[in-house]
């Protein structure tokens, strides 16, 4: 057996999100599939960085899975482009030792958020940008960003829904919001998110570049550890998972 | 009864093209369902510059409509936009003289088809540009672009199937190629067209660019009157429609 680790990006507009679920296209569902072809109608399961919810895309999600096909890595990426959906692309495969995992070896991981700021909707954008046509001060917007890097406890910026076990405390090495003609992009790079936890800061400092809140006021957020204090979830046509980092060393 | 002109976008990936077909999702088929809601039923024809085909967009695509409603211009807009689907927006709304035709007094007619030249597929931009990979001396193609400009029988760069009764001499006011990053886009304003002129000119510019044509062989494709001799229909997901004049005095 060898193990192959993929990179790939994915439209997330015509998905049900990343994880497989019957009755439902998803990104593993579809990539299961051919490689289930591939070896002659044997199951083959893939493991991905992490899920992504419906809607969100990947320009650099990273999978891995085993295989008994000696076909080379090259071939990997050639074969797979032939069969995946036009809705996913297999950008890079490599074989990689055994010891490797795709979900439980990142050591960061990098998503952008698009907000696109444009008066009037823009079709082509629908699925591709969070539209948002209100007033906004993006000078406070970008001087709140560094509020949140470093380690915190990020229960108040995540779903109440999460699932996670055991402590709640991430890692952000970066937060920040570059401006691109009517588009605002965040920028994350931390060592692991909460569920929800990207688009939530997001609609935080939406909040904040709206006034209706402080940058002062996030050290107190943390504190308090309470979901409803902080903004809304922005939608997730405006994610992207963008990069997925693992030791070189291991 | 008056008179509503509407310029409107839309993102055709998602109809069978522009007109209204029966059991197909059409442009003019979601637009005229919204209308007939809006008269409570009763049935409003809406009357555009031109088709588009399957998977063609539009930034500019105007229609009219006549209706008893005596809402504002204004209000036109903003009940329009409250009830077609999102991959549809009415830019603009006024209220024109009964004497003004959407398709009979358009003056010129802008398209652009845009040709992405990565070397891999981009997932995102697979429904908006023409995938086109290979090489291509890029200044080749922008000199040859001009020898379509003037007046011209188009016959050689039509569809065989085209319908259109009458002259096929259409006049182009102006063709030419901009290169941004790795895409090119080539622009088109021109009287009128015959039926996937507008794509045949582009295979036969990609064609002279990868050097299976000469530019000094346009003049000689024109006389022969032949489709076969020009380069290929390039597929309708680069192309837009971009922008519709018509003549201000009327």
Redesign the interface.
């Known amino acids: 057996m060898s193990k192959i680790k993929c990179v790939i990006?994915?439209?997330g507009s015509g998905f049900a999100g990343y994880q497989i679920q019957p009755g439902k296209r998803t990104v593993q569902g579809e990539i299961e599939k051919v490689l289930t072809k591939i070896h002659k109608g044997k199951p083959v399961r893939i493991y991905a960085s992490g899920r992504t919810d419906s809607g969100v895309?990947a320009l650099g999600q990273v999978i891995h899975f085993e295989t008994d096909n000696i076909m080379s890595a090259a071939s990997w990426k050639q074969a797979l482009n032939a069969m995946v959906p036009?809705?996913?692309?297999i950008?890079d495969a490599m074989r990689v030792p055994d010891t490797f995992h795709a979900r439980f070896d990142v050591v960061e991981k990098e998503y952008h958020y698009v907000v696109s700021r444009s008066k009037?909707?823009?079709?082509?954008k629908?699925h591709?940008a969070y539209h948002f046509p209100y007033t906004l001060d993006v000078g406070r917007v970008q001087r709140a960003c560094s509020c949140f890097e470093g380690t915190h406890d990020f229960t108040t910026f995540s779903s109440a829904k999460s699932t996670a076990k055991g402590s709640k405390e991430r890692t952000l090495f970066e937060v920040s919001c570059e401006e691109h003609g009517n588009e605002l992009i965040f920028i994350f790079r931390g060592s692991g998110y909460l569920y929800n936890m990207v688009r939530i800061l997001v609609g935080t400092l939406l909040d904040i570049g709206q006034g209706n809140m402080e940058a002062g006021d996030i050290p107190d957020l943390f504190a308090k550890k309470d979901r409803r204090l902080a903004g809304k979830t922005v939608p997730p046509e405006g994610l992207y998972l963008w990069h997925v980092v693992y030791d070189r060393v291991k």
């Open positions: 990006s994915y439209d895309h036009h809705d996913i692309f950008k009037e909707p823009d079709v082509f629908r591709y």
